[in-house]
Each structure stands twice: as C-alpha cells, then as structure tokens.
C-alpha cells in the first residue's frame, strides 16, 4: 500500500456499528488512487448509549486526527448521517458530552486541515461508502487497523 503522507485533499468515507455493547468505526481514506482501510471498535457504556451514532463520531475524529498527523491538508469527509456535518457547523446544538466532544475536536482540527463535509445517501451503491459500513462491521468481529489509536486515544482525553 501507498503512503498517504503529505497528500493535498483526500476523500474519506466513515460508518459506524454497533453490537452488544461494543461501538464500531469504519474509514476509508482515499488519496488519488491509494486507499487505506481503517476499522476499530470499542467497548464503553457511555458510548453504548449512543448506538452506532458513537461509532460514526468516532470514525470522523479518528479521520480527521489521522490527516494531521499524516499531513494531508484537506479532507472531503463523505457520511450518511446528517449530524457529523450539523454538530461542527452549528446547525445542531451539542446537547451530550460525545457531541461536545465531537465538536470541540473537529473544530480544533479544523486550524490544521481543511474540512469539508459531503453528505451522502446509506446503502445507495456509493462503493467507498459501503466499504466504510463493512468495515465498521468487521470491528464488531474484532477487525483493527487503526494506525496511530493510542496516540488519538490520548489526545481525545485533553478535550474531555
């Protein structure tokens, strides 16, 4: 696989899932033709509350994170829940900790990446979509490849 390291703009695709108590996140991150496939998961009861709602937060910070720590300088981030978009511009209030969370990180990166949200339809043929819904599924199986967690881990405590 090719590095994505200092790409200009690159298409990212997030899902979220949720089974049993565990939170999963799906990414795909699309830089010209390379392609990297991310999938974690996480077991909390405070996320739990949120369904796979919490998986899709997390997919698009661990994204937006990932892009600056690779140096990409702008993510076109494609999701099919209307809320990712309309937390961070503040068409939605952040009424739970996840979202002001959410919020408060997405905007801080925002000073390092240019970001831009791009809704699309679930389950519609988008075939990086469907991939990033597979692979926040295959998290619930125990799939992980997520470069860099415990260093986005650490950096999502200074916001809480």
Same mark, same amino acid.
């Given at each position: 696989?090719?590095?994505?390291?200092?790409?200009?703009?690159?298409?990212?695709?997030?899902?979220?899932?949720?089974?049993?108590?565990?939170?999963?996140?799906?990414?795909?991150?699309?830089?010209?033709?390379?392609?990297?496939?991310?999938?974690?998961?996480?077991?909390?009861?405070?996320?739990? &509350? =949120? *369904?796979?709602?919490?998986?899709?937060?997390? @997919?698009?910070?661990? $994204?937006?994170?990932?892009?600056?720590? #690779?140096?990409?300088?702008?993510?076109?981030?494609?999701?099919?829940?209307?809320?990712?978009?309309?937390?961070?511009?503040?068409?939605?209030?952040?009424?739970?900790?996840?979202?002001?969370?959410?919020?408060?990180?997405?905007?801080?990166?925002?000073?390092?990446?240019?970001?831009?949200?791009?809704?699309?339809? &679930? =389950? *519609?043929?988008?075939?990086?979509?469907?991939? @990033?819904?597979?692979? $926040?599924?295959?998290?619930?199986?125990? #799939?992980?490849?997520?470069?860099?967690?415990?260093?986005?881990?650490?950096?999502?405590?200074?916001?809480?």
């Amino acid at each position: 696989m090719k590095d994505t390291s200092n790409y200009k703009i690159c298409d990212v695709y997030t899902d979220g899932s949720f089974r049993d108590g565990i939170v999963g996140s799906g990414v795909v991150i699309k830089c010209d033709e390379t392609i990297e496939e991310i999938a974690f998961s996480m077991q909390s009861e405070t996320l739990s &509350a =949120h *369904r796979n709602v919490s998986g899709e937060i997390y @997919a698009v910070m661990y $994204a937006v994170f990932y892009a600056s720590k #690779k140096g990409i300088s702008k993510l076109r981030i494609f999701h099919d829940y209307s809320g990712l978009a309309h937390w961070v511009n503040g068409e939605w209030k952040t009424k739970t900790e996840l979202t002001k969370l959410y919020k408060a990180f997405v905007k801080y990166y925002m000073s390092y990446v240019d970001i831009e949200f791009v809704k699309v339809q &679930a =389950h *519609r043929g988008n075939q990086l979509n469907n991939l @990033a819904d597979k692979l $926040a599924k295959q998290s619930l199986e125990g #799939k992980f490849h997520a470069p860099y967690f415990e260093d986005f881990l650490a950096q999502l405590e200074i916001f809480k």
